[in-house]
Nanobody, 121 residues
Framework: QVQFAESGGGLVQPGGSLRLSCAASRSIFSIKEMGWYRQAPGKEREWVAD???????YYADSVKGRFTISVDNAKNTGYLQMNSLKLEDTAVYYCKAEFKIDPYASTQNGWGQGTQVTVSS
């Protein structure tokens, strides 16, 4: 079974940057779509960004112009580059991947366990 794990979270000051990674637990054929979500304390999980392989990325209005989503299929890893971080970006960030284990397999979905991002002065 393929699992995904986020890394790269931490504590950063307002205006700072972090890069989150979402890596597959073993080699897979391809990540077809990668999405990032976040959940702040007391709030529902919200969509942040997503991208399909070879397609254009899409971003929530709250992060547009500050965050960049990407996928490196050679590394079976997705990324979320977060710049100009704000206090309101504080949340647990989750990745969701649609992937194929091999070219003939059905597309599967996998979620990471989450990584904490705290923006504080």
């Amino acid at each position: 079974q393929v699992q995904f794990a986020e890394s790269g979270g931490g504590l950063v000051q307002p205006g700072g940057s972090l890069r989150l990674s979402c890596a597959a637990s073993r080699s897979i054929f391809s990540i077809k779509e990668m999405g990032w979500y976040r959940q702040a304390p007391g709030k529902e999980r919200e969509w942040v960004a997503d991208v399909t392989t070879g397609g254009s990325p899409y971003y929530a209005d709250s992060v547009k112009g500050r965050f960049t989503i990407s996928v490196d299929n050679a590394k079976n890893t997705g990324y979320l580059q977060m710049n100009s971080l704000k206090l309101e970006d504080t949340a647990v960030y989750y990745c969701k991947a649609e992937f194929k284990i091999d070219p003939y397999a059905s597309t599967q979905n996998g979620w990471g366990q989450g990584t904490q991002v705290t923006v504080s002065s």
